[in-house]
């Protein structure tokens, strides 16, 4: 297994979200005092909080909501996002699946150590997480959730995480929508995938959308919403860009505009070009017209 380690509150590494429950403790207590963690430490300190998006859900899901997590996390984590869960059955492991079916990193959040996977039927999940992603807590390796209560602690730092949360499916009562209610009060965004009236797993959706969520259809939908956020928040101050979104973003630069001449005129596969447009559209830098082609914005402008 990986070997572990740890991030102290104060660090530079530390998640940027979660300092935001060190500034709002009422909401639901204060930030970790410290993350463990086992795989790769850099996910979450070197990502924008714009590109960090947490899918939550039931534990008994339905077909449908299994298909639809699944759907998400791998649309997402291919358009550049990381995908952040808690690795429990259903929602959440789909979620992973996803992800890390589209070759993508992805992140879960346990209720104990890192290195204890919980539930004990997703072991096979847990090995694949720490190969290519990580899995972080609160709490010390070999340390068991000390109770019920754990897991609303948990689901407290994935939303914190996350600029963006989706709830798939839900009942009335589910911890997914402690997760959800913490993105509310701390200001994020919360989506959530609708089901049948009758259903008791859409009730938790439901509800959520009823005091403002918004109501997502796919993969697009929580993208349209993500390139706003990323739009603001790329204003804030943060490391380069990695080598192959400076590259895509020079050659807009240079006034090619449409994904086909961007691609060839530059050293990358035309579905890294693809992704690198996405990423640079939810952060900020480009925008796109009707018609596909793409643009610098005035953040763009700055960076150069």
Known sequence: MSAG????????????????????????????????????????????????????????????????AEELGFGLAEAGLLVVSGMANGIDAAAHRGALEAGKSTVAVLAGGPDVPYPASQRDLHRRLVRRGAVVGERRPGTAAPGPWAFAHRNRIMAAMAETTVVVEAAERSGSLISARVAMELG????????????????????????????????????????????????????ALEAELAEVLSLVEQGRSTPDAIA?????????????????????????????????????????
């Open 5 to 68: 380690w740890q991030i102290a509150l104060g660090s530079p590494d530390y998640p940027a979200g979660l300092r935001d429950l060190e500034q709002r403790p009422e909401v639901a207590g204060p930030a970790p005092p410290r993350l463990w963690g086992i795989g790769d430490r850099t996910l979450l300190s070197d990502r924008d909080q714009a590109l960090v998006v947490t899918i939550v859900g039931s534990r008994r899901a339905s077909v449908y909501g299994v298909t639809m």
């Open 188 to 239: 994020r965004r919360v989506c959530c995938v609708p089901g049948r009236l009758t259903a008791s797993l859409a009730a938790g959706p439901h509800g959520l959308i009823r005091d403002g969520a918004e109501l997502i259809r796919g993969v697009e939908d929580v993208l349209d919403g993500a390139i706003s956020i990323g739009a603001l928040s790329a204003r804030r101050p943060g490391p």
């Open 264 to 304: 060839s005129a530059a050293t990358l596969s035309p579905s890294s070009v693809a992704v690198a447009l996405v990423r640079l559209e939810l952060l900020g830098y480009l925008r796109c017209d009707s018609i596909g082609r793409y643009e610098r914005t005035s953040l763009s402008a700055r960076a150069a």
